[in-house]
């Protein structure tokens, strides 16, 4: 199985940033697809950003031009630069990683996700 941890999230003013990571961990052959999901109170969980191993970006409508991932493949990790937040970004963000592990020789895919990071945003 594929461990996922966040971290960085917390409480902001509108305008403001901040930036979460995401690390992958376990027997870990190579990583697929990293992404960031949010769910807000009452809502269903929504694509904000992925990334895969071919370096190709998917970002919802709602936050581009202001959402950045960006994947660190030597750390298995993967980050989500959010700049000119508003309210309506408040949600509780989590990481999905798409990886293939190996036990000895067999290889295998996994995949799993962390167990979310609270964002607020207060306008």
């Known amino acids: 199985q594929v461990q996922v941890v966040e971290s960085g999230g917390g409480l902001v003013q509108a305008g403001g940033s901040l930036r979460l990571s995401c690390v992958a961990s376990?027997?870990?052959?190579?990583?697929?697809?990293m992404g960031w999901y949010r769910q807000a109170p009452g809502k269903q969980r929504e694509l904000v950003a992925r990334?895969?191993?071919?370096?190709?970006?998917d970002y919802a409508d709602s936050v581009k031009g202001r959402f950045t991932i960006s994947r660190d493949s030597a750390k298995n990790t993967v980050y989500l630069q959010m700049n000119s937040l508003k309210s309506e970004d408040t949600a509780v963000y989590y990481c999905?990683?798409?990886?293939?592990?190996?036990?000895?020789?067999?290889?295998?895919?996994?995949?799993?996700w962390g167990q979310g990071t609270q964002v607020t945003v207060s306008s």
């Open positions: 990334l895969t191993s071919g370096g190709s970006t």
């Open positions: 376990g027997s870990i052959f190579s990583v697929n697809t």
């Open positions: 999905f990683v798409a990886a293939v592990l190996y036990t000895g020789s067999y290889r295998y895919d996994a995949s799993d």
